[in-house]
C-alpha cells in the first residue's frame, strides 16, 4: 500500500508561480512512476507530467511543457511540481499519483495510488 498527501496548492495570479507537492509513504515505491494529474470543475481528470522515481525520466503534456517541472526527492520521498506562467486555464485540483507501468505514463487508469488532491486556481 502507498500513501500520498499532497500539499501546496493555493490562489495564484496569471503569470505567477506554484510549487505543489506530494509525500509518498507506505511500500517501498523506489520503483513506482509518480504521476501529476488535474481535474477542472466539469472535465475529465488529465495527465499534466510524470517521473520515474528511479531514473529521473520526465514525461509532460504538451499543454504544461515548458511552463512546469517535475522533480522528486528521494531522501524526503517527495514529489514537486514545479509551475511557472501559470494560466487561468490551469485552475483545476491537482492529484499525485502512483503506479509501476512504466509505458502508459499519460494514462490515469494505469495509476494505483491516488491522493486526496490539492487545489490551484489561478487569477486573470
Known amino acids: 500500500q502507498v500513501q500520498l498527501v499532497e500539499s501546496g496548492g493555493g490562489l495564484v495570479q496569471a503569470g505567477g508561480s506554484l510549487r505543489v507537492s506530494c509525500a509518498a509513504s507506505?511500500?517501498?515505491?523506489?520503483?513506482?512512476?509518480m504521476g501529476w494529474f488535474r481535474q477542472a470543475p466539469g472535465k475529465e481528470r488529465e495527465f499534466v507530467a510524470a517521473?520515474?522515481?528511479?531514473?529521473?525520466?520526465?514525461y509532460y503534456a504538451d499543454s504544461v511543457k515548458g511552463r512546469f517541472t517535475v522533480s522528486r526527492d528521494n531522501a524526503k520521498k517527495q514529489v514537486y511540481l514545479q509551475m511557472n506562467s501559470l494560466k487561468p486555464e490551469d485552475t483545476a485540483v491537482y492529484y499525485c499519483?502512483?503506479?509501476?507501468?512504466?509505458?502508459?505514463?499519460?494514462?490515469?487508469?494505469?495509476?494505483?495510488?491516488w491522493g486526496q488532491g490539492t487545489q490551484v486556481t489561478v487569477s486573470s
Open positions: 517521473i520515474r522515481w528511479t531514473t529521473g525520466s520526465t
Open positions: 499519483a502512483a503506479g509501476q507501468n512504466y509505458y502508459l505514463v499519460r494514462l490515469a487508469e494505469k495509476y494505483n495510488y
Open positions: 507506505g511500500r517501498t515505491f523506489s520503483s513506482y512512476m
